[in-house]
Nanobody, 115 residues
Framework: QVQVVESGGGLVQPGGSLRLSCAAS????????MGWYRQTPGNQREWVAI???????NYSEFVKGRFTISRDNAKNTVYLQMNSLKPEDTAVYYC?????????WGQGTQVTVSS
């Protein structure tokens, strides 16, 4: 079994920064691809960023240049550094880990960007 747990969400003013963390535990290893999605009420979950086991990254167009995804393989943890946050970044952010062809999701962490 695999557990994925996010942390680090909260309330931040426009232009501010937050760093989300995502720890995967259980039957995981450093070869797993991990990433982030986000979802607002009434909308589908949308992809944000991905990082492979060799730290190759990719971002959606709406966060490119503002968000940075990274990982610490020793801790099996992925981070999402979010800078220059905008009100439209407000969402529940979900982390996932692809482990042996199965996707495991975290419970989500709320990010609210508001003055």
């Amino acid at each position: 079994q695999v557990q994925v747990v996010e942390s680090g969400g909260g309330l931040v003013q426009p232009g501010g920064s937050l760093r989300l963390s995502c720890a995967a535990s259980g039957s995981t290893d450093s070869n797993d691809t991990m990433g982030w999605y986000r979802q607002t009420p009434g909308n589908q979950r949308e992809w944000v960023a991905i990082i492979t086991s060799s730290s190759i990254t990719n971002y959606s167009e709406f966060v490119k240049g503002r968000f940075t995804i990274s990982r610490d393989n020793a801790k099996n943890t992925v981070y999402l550094q979010m800078n220059s946050l905008k009100p439209e970044d407000t969402a529940v952010y979900y982390c996932y880990a692809d482990v042996r062809s199965w996707r495991y999701w975290g419970q989500g962490t709320q990010v609210t960007v508001s003055s």
